[in-house]
């Protein structure tokens, strides 16, 4: 009874959304997101303990398929063969792959959707595979796959020998998988990684243009500019480990009348590339792990950068901006997911799991958030937050 009621209900909800859906095939992100969400539900309720099992001990052997079919560019391949998909002896004659071991990757891919069966030997692409043709994600599953991958292999036993304690930047997963002292950071800089650290950064640029702007949603005029001081020599906006500057170039254009100086820091290697600053930003080598050198900016601004540590190098990088906001004056700004209390998404669960893979890093709850920052004399003052796949803002001051 509680398997039949626990079923009408998801569908139901199923029924009840579908019903408003509009004609002309538009979907709401909200509508789209319910009908994901209990779409999913559903399949879990329709699951036997077989049927759970089986979904699990097929993941990996689905992703190394994958992982093939990049290889061997077949997606491109049978995208563009169209509705008429291709033969058997066509898809082998393209892609050298043996006739015997070519359907057994292709049925694969079969059930996972990205590809369909049109009868015994002929196959065609499903609208699934396209995303396995746009470049950020294919080097994203790259990336995750060739680098990450081994690294959540070895988690269980990593987490045993460490009495199930957090990872920290020097000891974790990643140091047992690849028997280095090195950080993540510093170890995915091996030339040996170099095409994989080309895939981790484009996969990264793709995520960012893929979403929606924090100066989208954070009133950046109400709550810096206008209380800014209008002095041609005041610092505006400092981007702490704001990378080739992109960020204040966004603010730059989105508010080109602002007054004051934008200062970019980043480590040497970055600036360098960052080039002159485009007559927008004043690029300046700095590591966040020594004292600021800009005191008693408008905002201080980190985004994206405090989620690739644990809280000990968190509190260090906060202590050295909280020691160079003035009172009453400076905000920080923290531009970082935050995890839901309940329901996180997949994608943010995925997230935090990554950064403590590869450097004791984490994305944390709201009530996290607040007592880090606390920790070192700052208080939220708000927070703005758009949905579960954009970072949020954290608006902090001095206590």
């Given at each position: 009874?509680?398997?039949?009621?626990?079923?009408?209900?998801?569908?139901?909800?199923?029924?009840?959304?579908?019903?408003?859906?509009?004609?002309?095939?538009?979907?709401?992100?909200?509508?789209?997101?319910?009908?994901?969400?209990?779409?999913?539900?559903?399949?879990?309720?329709?699951?036997?303990?077989?049927?759970?099992?089986?979904?699990?001990?097929?993941?990996?052997?689905?992703?190394?398929?994958?992982?093939?079919?990049?290889?061997?560019?077949?997606?491109?391949?049978?995208?563009?063969?169209?509705?008429?998909?291709?033969?058997?002896?066509?898809?082998?004659?393209?892609?050298?792959?043996?006739?015997?071991?070519?359907?057994?990757?292709?049925?694969?891919?079969?059930?996972?959707?990205?590809?369909?069966?049109?009868?015994?030997?002929?196959?065609?692409?499903?609208?699934?595979?396209?995303?396995?043709?746009?470049?950020?994600?294919?080097?994203?599953?790259?990336?995750?796959?060739?680098?990450v991958g081994p690294v959540f292999q070895k988690l269980p036993e990593s987490l045993e020998k460490s009495h199930y304690r957090?990872?920290?930047?020097?000891?974790?997963?990643?140091?047992?998988?690849?028997?280095?002292?090195?950080?993540?950071?510093?170890?995915?800089?091996?030339?040996?990684?170099?095409?994989?650290?080309?895939?981790?950064?484009?996969?990264?640029?793709?995520?960012?243009?893929?979403?929606?702007?924090?100066?989208?949603?954070?009133?950046?005029?109400?709550?810096?500019?206008?209380?800014?001081?209008?002095?041609?020599?005041?610092?505006?906006v400092v981007d702490v480990g704001g990378g080739l500057g992109h960020g204040l170039v966004e603010i730059k254009d989105k508010?080109?009348?602002?007054?004051?100086?934008?200062?970019?820091?980043?480590?040497?290697?970055?600036?360098?590339?960052?080039?002159?600053g485009q007559g927008v930003f004043e690029p300046t080598a700095h590591d966040f792990f020594t004292p600021q050198p800009v005191?008693?900016?408008?905002?201080?601004?980190?985004?994206?950068?405090?989620?690739?540590?644990?809280?000990?190098?968190?509190?260090?990088?906060?202590?050295?901006?909280?020691?160079?906001?003035?009172?009453?004056?400076?905000?920080?700004?923290?531009?970082?997911?935050?995890?839901?209390?309940?329901?996180?998404?997949?994608?943010?669960?995925?997230?935090?799991?990554?950064?403590?893979?590869?450097?004791?890093?984490?994305?944390?709850?709201?009530?996290?958030?607040?007592?880090?920052?606390?920790?070192?004399?700052?208080?939220?003052?708000?927070?703005?937050?758009?949905?579960?796949?954009?970072?949020?803002?954290?608006?902090?001051?001095?206590?």
């Amino acid at each position: 009874m509680v398997f039949q009621s626990s079923v009408n209900a998801v569908v139901q909800r199923i029924a009840s959304a579908a019903s408003n859906l509009p004609t002309d095939g538009s979907l709401a992100p909200e509508t789209r997101k319910e009908l994901q969400d209990a779409a999913k539900e559903l399949g879990f309720a329709l699951e036997t303990p077989l049927d759970t099992l089986n979904r699990f001990i097929s993941l990996p052997f689905q992703h190394a398929v994958i992982r093939v079919a990049i290889n061997l560019g077949l997606f491109e391949y049978m995208l563009e063969a169209g509705s008429d998909g291709k033969t058997l002896d066509e898809i082998a004659t393209k892609t050298g792959v043996d006739e015997v071991l070519l359907p057994r990757l292709l049925r694969t891919l079969v059930a996972v959707g990205l590809l369909s069966q049109i009868d015994e030997h002929r196959w065609r692409a499903t609208p699934l595979a396209v995303a396995w043709t746009i470049p950020t994600c294919k080097s994203g599953f790259r990336f995750l796959f060739d680098f990450v991958g081994p690294v959540f292999q070895k988690l269980p036993e990593s987490l045993e020998k460490s009495h199930y304690r957090c990872p920290t930047a020097l000891q974790g997963p990643l140091q047992d998988t690849y028997g280095t002292k090195l950080s993540g950071y510093d170890y995915i800089m091996d030339p040996r990684w170099t095409d994989t650290l080309k895939d981790c950064n484009l996969f990264m640029k793709g995520r960012r243009d893929g979403s929606t702007s924090w100066l989208e949603f954070y009133p950046f005029a109400e709550r810096v500019l206008a209380e800014a001081e209008h002095d041609a020599d005041a610092v505006t906006v400092v981007d702490v480990g704001g990378g080739l500057g992109h960020g204040l170039v966004e603010i730059k254009d989105k508010y080109p009348d602002m007054k004051g100086r934008l200062v970019l820091q980043d480590l040497p290697n970055t600036i360098e590339q960052a080039g002159d600053g485009q007559g927008v930003f004043e690029p300046t080598a700095h590591d966040f792990f020594t004292p600021q050198p800009v005191k008693g900016s408008k905002a201080y601004l980190i985004r994206q950068v405090l989620h690739d540590w644990p809280d000990k190098e968190c509190q260090a990088i906060l202590q050295h901006l909280a020691a160079a906001m003035r009172p009453g004056y400076s905000k920080l700004l923290v531009n970082e997911i935050i995890i839901p209390e309940v329901g996180a998404s997949d994608f943010i669960i995925g997230c935090d799991l990554v950064m403590m893979g590869l450097g004791g890093g984490m994305e944390r709850t709201q009530s996290h958030w607040t007592s880090l920052l606390a920790s070192v004399g700052l208080r939220i003052e708000k927070v703005w937050t758009l949905d579960d796949r954009t970072e949020s803002v954290l608006e902090a001051v001095l206590a």
